[in-house]
């Protein structure tokens, strides 16, 4: 059994543990829990703050804004089958017929398994409305493209 990490200190030598990477994911998944509640609405950066038991600063200190933390959550679900994208285009030129079947079932099987990315998709398929600040994220998303 590990020994439990030794807690860091801060100014004054006063003890926190501070996990930026957990702290983070929080904050992602209480995004697309309150956009799934809320019906695409993206919550206040406070009221995500409160539900991820965070400060708002810590919001900040991750995110410059709502639209940052909203492309953050799409992305956590996206990432993964871009990566399933590079690596499919590897073996195309060769097979690809194999290469697109390749990526359709890698896909649906992620979406079928993967609760996180279940709910981000539908957030941003049945419940978004990319307007306002949110506007830039789907302009960018199809440049990408």
Not at 23 to 34: D, G, H, K, Y
Not at 105 to 116: F, K, N, P, T, Y
Not at 129 to 140: P, R
């Amino acid at each position: 059994m590990s020994e439990p990490a030794a807690p860091t200190l801060g100014f004054y030598g006063i003890s926190y543990e501070v996990d930026l990477v957990a702290c983070r994911e929080r904050m992602l998944v209480r995004t697309a829990e309150l956009a799934l509640i809320d019906r695409g609405k993206l919550s206040g950066l406070s009221r995500i703050a409160e539900a991820a038991g965070v400060t708002r600063g810590a919001v900040y200190w991750h995110f410059k804004d709502k639209a940052a933390l909203f492309h953050a959550m799409c992305d956590r679900a996206t990432l993964p089958l871009d990566e399933l994208f590079a690596r499919a285009c590897v073996s195309a030129p060769t097979e690809p017929l194999a290469t697109l079947r390749e990526l359709c079932v890698g896909a649906l099987q992620r979406l079928a398994v993967d609760a996180r990315t279940q709910v981000v998709f539908e957030v941003i398929f049945h419940k978004t409305e990319l307007v306002d600040e949110l506007a830039d994220i789907a302009t960018s998303n199809e440049n990408n493209r």
